[in-house]
Structures are given as C-alpha cells and as structure tokens.
C-alpha cells in the first residue's frame, strides 16, 4: 500500500492479532529453503516454476481455480463489459461486517453490498479482474480473484499460507506477487493461471523476530519494490531501524538491491514518472519519527526525507497521492498539499479544511479526482485540476461506518 483511530496503523492493531494465530517464523515454512545473504545478486527461492508450492506447506494447487482461455466462459466475455468504477470496502467499526461497494465513475451512482466479503479484507484492481486480500479470523487467508463480468464471481483462489496476513498484490513478468506480512516474504504465482510458483524469502532482512513484515508493493517495468515494517513485538509495537525498501528483479526474482530508509514501519510506494520511488513511513506511534522520502531509479539509494510528520505537524504520515507534482495527505485528518519537487509543505486544501477524513483512505481516479471518505463513511471528492471541491454532503455507500479499502477499476 486501513483505518483504525486507537493505534498508530492498521498494523499495529492487526498484527497484534495475527500474531495470535501465527507468532512463528514458520508462517510459510513451504517457501523456497534458499536464503538470501543480503547480497546484491542473492537467489529467491526456486525458479523452477513447475514445483509450485504455497507457504501453508499444502503442495497440491488444486484450490487454485484456473482462468479460462479463450473459451465462451472466460472472464471478461460477457457482452456487459464492467464500466470504470471506484472498487470500495466498507465496514463497520466492530469488524462485524465487510461489503464491496461501487461506485461508476461516469455518474457516480452506487451499487451498493454487491458482495459480503467479510472483515480486514483489502481490494486491488489489475487486467480487469478484481482481487481480494483476504484475511479471516480463523486464519485462513488466500487471494480471492473476481471477474465483475460474472457479478464478482470467484474466477481463482490463491491460497497464502495460515495466518500470513497478505498484505498487497502487483503485477509484473506475466506474475503475481503478494506481500506476507506475516511470512517470510512475497509469495509469487502465475497471473494467468493463478497457480502459486513459489515464496521470495526476504528474511534476510528481517527485524530480530526473523520476519520481514512484508507490507506495499510497487513496479516499474521489470522491478518489485517491496517496502518492509519489521515489526518487533513486546509490552508494544516499535520498529527496527533502518526502514527498508527491497527492489527485486521479476525477471529473474532476485534481489537487486536493499535499501535502507530514514523513516521506518514503511508503509506505501508510488512510483513517479520518472522512475523514482516515494515511499512513506508511520515510523513508532506518538513519535515524529515518519515521512517522505525519493528512492531514486538509477542508484536504488534513498535522497532521505522530502517531507517530514514533524513538517505536518503529525506523528502519522501514513497514504499519500500525487497528481502533477501535488502529493496530498491527511495525517491530522484534514487534507493537506505539498510539493513533491521539493517537500515544500502547502497548507491545507481549501475548501475541505471543515470536513474531518479518514485518513487511511485517498484515492485518485482516471477523471482527475481526489477520492476519500469522511468520518460518517461517505464518500467525498474532489478535482485535481482546478482544486474544486464537490459540493455536496458526499456519497451515501449505505450503513456502514467506514471505507477500509478502496481502488480503481478500469475495465
């Protein structure tokens, strides 16, 4: 890459929880037995892709359902092609309840509880498939593909190991990789087929209790950057310093590099036009220890922090968005504007200075808005281009109390 007002981050919270069902570092034991030794070119795992395995140490894929190829019933045949839309997961505060919601972005209307997907799950959109990181109470956790042609039928399974809380899905080399939080790095799987390949184990750059904390992922072309937490667990959360940002090659899925940051408990990665990787940090909770900061392509080398919590006034820099060179924010619960140039911090935006957000959720869309939602879990937006804010009183997405996740479908 998450909304939770008692803790400094969904992870603190979630994990403490997971760390229930899985407190050891045998969370995907099945993975690849290579190790990385930190070096730049340190093998991941087997690169024979046909002894697929997954990290609940379950070698038989066949709870992985296959995708169709080319016959009448493959995703996306239907003559009702799915238009673009905002993917949403709304819940309510006790994680009771999860739905997927959404809203059409050509006239904003609501399809609302299309799908009960249950509590902590999160959505990703990719290759007009809709994919849920799903993570249950009892520990069963896995990948749950859907076609929005088929009214979000299940079209693949991806199982990811008891308790390995996944965390995020990217695209690249005709794979898939999924982020472990709790495992020992990324689990990798064919994106056509769905078929799990095998376990990136990153536990070479683990914290001291052996696990890396896998948690966002970004690419450019044919390299996954893959931003840790290194969580270490006591009487309470912290997080071990330095942060750090592994980039992998998915041609060949070994490490070309890792990257040590000023911020730790990293949290989200954008990758700029240029290459360049922002990557956030929420640092420990009441320390103003997180921020912004520029991975740069060519060198895999961090400038250092482009904008600091203590800048805006926070100690939980958390999610951004950029649009032509504007990042913005909500730390304090207000949006907030900076240059991503420089750092320079812009205030707040105006117009949206009376509206309290949920600061775990921005989105922007392909029209040029600022999505997110307000403490009453309506939906708001904004646009990019001319700053205006949508008058309204925002999107009614139903009972619920608030957005958990959110993403961008493109059909």
């Known amino acids: 890459m998450n909304v939770n007002l008692l803790h400094k981050s969904r992870a603190i919270w979630l994990l403490s929880m997971l760390s229930l069902l899985c407190t050891a570092p045998g969370c995907g034991d099945d993975a690849s037995d290579e190790t990385p030794s930190g070096d730049d070119d340190t093998a991941q795992g087997d690169d024979d892709s046909s002894s697929a395995s997954t990290p609940s140490g379950d070698d038989d894929t066949s709870e992985s359902t296959s995708t169709?190829?080319?016959?009448?019933?493959?995703?996306?045949?239907?003559?009702?092609?799915?238009?673009?839309?905002?993917?949403?997961?709304?819940?309510?505060w006790d994680y009771s309840s999860g739905h997927l919601t959404t809203v059409q972005l050509d006239d904003d209307s609501v399809q609302p509880d299309l799908l009960e997907v249950g509590a902590d799950t999160t959505v990703r959109a990719h290759g007009g498939l809709v994919y849920l990181l799903v993570r249950d109470w009892e520990g069963t956790h896995s990948v749950s593909v859907r076609d929005p042609n088929q009214a979000f039928a299940e079209v693949q399974n991806i199982p990811t190991g008891i308790g390995s809380n996944p965390q995020d899905v990217a695209f690249a080399s005709g794979k898939g990789y999924v982020s472990l939080n709790n495992g020992i790095g990324v689990l990798v799987f064919e994106e056509l087929t769905g078929a799990p390949i095998k376990?990136?184990?990153?536990?070479?750059?683990?914290?001291?209790?052996?696990?890396?904390?896998?948690?966002?992922?970004?690419?450019?072309?044919?390299?996954?950057?893959?931003a840790l937490q290194r969580a270490v667990y006591g009487t309470s959360v912290s997080y071990a310093s330095p942060g750090m940002v592994v980039a992998i090659d998915t041609r060949t899925d070994l490490v070309l590099k890792n990257i040590p940051t000023l911020g730790t408990n990293l949290w989200e990665l954008y990758v700029e036009p240029s290459g360049d990787v922002l990557a956030s940090s929420r640092g420990d909770y009441g320390v103003q220890d997180g921020g912004l900061e520029r991975i740069i392509k060519t060198t895999l080398t961090t400038t250092g922090f482009l904008i600091t919590e203590a800048t805006l006034e926070s100690t939980d820099f958390g999610p951004f968005v950029v649009w032509n060179g504007i990042g913005y924010c909500a730390p304090n619960n207000r949006l907030e504007a900076f240059s991503t140039a420089d750092g320079m911090f812009l205030g707040d935006v105006e117009g949206a200075e009376s509206i309290s957000i949920q600061r775990d959720q921005l989105l922007s869309s392909s029209d040029g808005r600022l999505w997110f939602a307000d403490d009453s879990g309506r939906m708001r937006n904004m646009s990019l281009d001319d700053g205006e804010l949508d008058a309204s009183s925002g999107i009614d997405l139903g009972e619920y109390d608030y957005i958990y996740s959110m993403d961008l479908f493109l059909p």
């Open 68 to 92: 169709p190829s080319g016959d009448d019933d493959s995703p996306g045949d239907d003559d009702s092609e799915a238009e673009a839309q905002l993917l949403v997961i709304t819940e309510k």
């Open 199 to 226: 376990t990136l184990d990153l536990t070479a750059y683990a914290d001291e209790d052996g696990l890396p904390d896998a948690n966002a992922l970004a690419v450019d072309g044919t390299t996954l950057y893959v």
